[in-house]
């Protein structure tokens, strides 16, 4: 290989290192050309470019794109599935996963999970995952389901409330004690409702009532003269 053409080929794969942050590693070793297409079909369908690559030229790439969480993962046959921004990295490692299964050759050495290194176990359970749909689903449950419960708990008492003040409402109503307004065009001469209830109610008095009304009989009562008691009331003491 010319050297111009290595220079590129560590241009590329510097450019595809930087330009995404999650990636996995396998060891092709094994497939046929046929099962690799098959492969690489179908991490396309969930947004991966898989590349086979040499080692000593992807170590001097990944030295210039600052990923040396990879150079421990270079060692044999080397194929790297770029996952984009918008792609599966658990649909990802399930087809390879699957691949590696049917084909009992293929494995999974590890990989860059947003930056993180991670082992071939590791990316051996993100196969395990569910989708990206379905995980955006569960989220949205998960976020939305607090939310709801919390607009339940505060409207509840808010609906419980009117409906006690309607129910209030309606028995002041058929006991006679809500007091409606008074219609400016009510006939002259005729009772406001509330004073026709308070002539229903009895009269209560005060002890200052009470003396008040003693002073008034005391004052209607005949004046027999200063010092000359009545005969009525001399009868009364013998």
Same mark, same amino acid.
């Given at each position: 290989?010319?050297?111009?053409?290595?220079?590129?080929?560590?241009?590329?794969?510097?450019?595809?290192?930087?330009?995404?942050?999650?990636?996995?590693?396998?060891?092709?070793?094994?497939?046929?050309?046929?099962?690799?297409?098959?492969?690489?079909?179908?991490?396309?369908?969930?947004?991966?470019?898989?590349?086979? !690559?040499?080692?000593?030229?992807?170590?001097? $790439?990944? *030295?210039?794109?600052?990923?040396?969480?990879?150079? !421990?993962?270079?060692?044999?046959?080397?194929?790297?599935?770029?996952?984009?921004?918008?792609?599966?990295?658990?649909?990802?490692?399930?087809?390879?996963?699957? %691949?590696?299964?049917?084909?009992?050759?293929?494995?999974?050495?590890?990989?860059?999970?947003?930056?993180?290194?991670? =082992?071939?176990?590791?990316?051996?359970?993100?196969?395990?995952? @569910?989708?990206?749909?379905?995980?955006?689903?569960?989220?949205?449950?998960? !976020? #939305?389901?607090?939310? %709801?419960?919390? !607009? $339940?708990?505060?409207?509840?008492?808010?609906?419980?409330?009117?409906?006690?003040?309607? $129910?209030?409402?309606? &028995?002041?109503? *058929? &006991?006679? &004690? #809500?007091?409606?307004? #008074?219609?400016? %065009?009510?006939?002259?001469?005729?009772?406001?409702?509330?004073?026709?209830?308070?002539?229903?109610? @009895?009269?209560?008095?005060?002890?200052?009532?009470?003396? =008040?009304? *003693? =002073?008034?009989?005391?004052?209607?009562? @005949?004046?027999?003269?200063?010092?000359? @008691?009545?005969?009525?009331?001399?009868?009364?003491?013998?």
């Amino acid at each position: 290989m010319l050297k111009t053409d290595k220079e590129r080929i560590v241009s590329e794969l510097a450019a595809e290192l930087g330009s995404v942050d999650t990636l996995i590693v396998a060891d092709y070793r094994g497939l046929t050309n046929k099962q690799l297409e098959a492969l690489r079909d179908e991490l396309l369908k969930h947004g991966a470019r898989f590349r086979i !690559v040499k080692n000593t030229l992807t170590r001097r $790439a990944a *030295e210039l794109a600052g990923a040396e969480a990879l150079l !421990v993962m270079l060692e044999g046959p080397t194929s790297i599935a770029f996952i984009e921004s918008a792609g599966d990295p658990a649909a990802v490692a399930k087809a390879l996963a699957t %691949t590696a299964k049917g084909t009992s050759v293929l494995s999974l050495r590890g990989g860059i999970l947003e930056g993180k290194a991670l =082992s071939g176990e590791e990316i051996a359970e993100l196969a395990t995952l @569910p989708p990206v749909d379905q995980l955006r689903g569960l989220l949205v449950g998960a !976020v #939305v389901a607090p939310l %709801t419960q919390l !607009v $339940a708990l505060v409207s509840a008492p808010l609906r419980d409330l009117h409906g006690l003040i309607d $129910a209030r409402i309606r &028995q002041l109503e *058929e &006991q006679g &004690q #809500v007091v409606e307004p #008074v219609d400016e %065009t009510t006939p002259e001469g005729s009772a406001p409702v509330e004073l026709e209830q308070a002539a229903d109610e @009895p009269e209560t008095y005060t002890s200052s009532d009470s003396a =008040s009304a *003693e =002073s008034d009989a005391q004052d209607t009562s @005949p004046d027999f003269g200063a010092g000359e @008691p009545a005969a009525h009331v001399e009868e009364e003491e013998e």
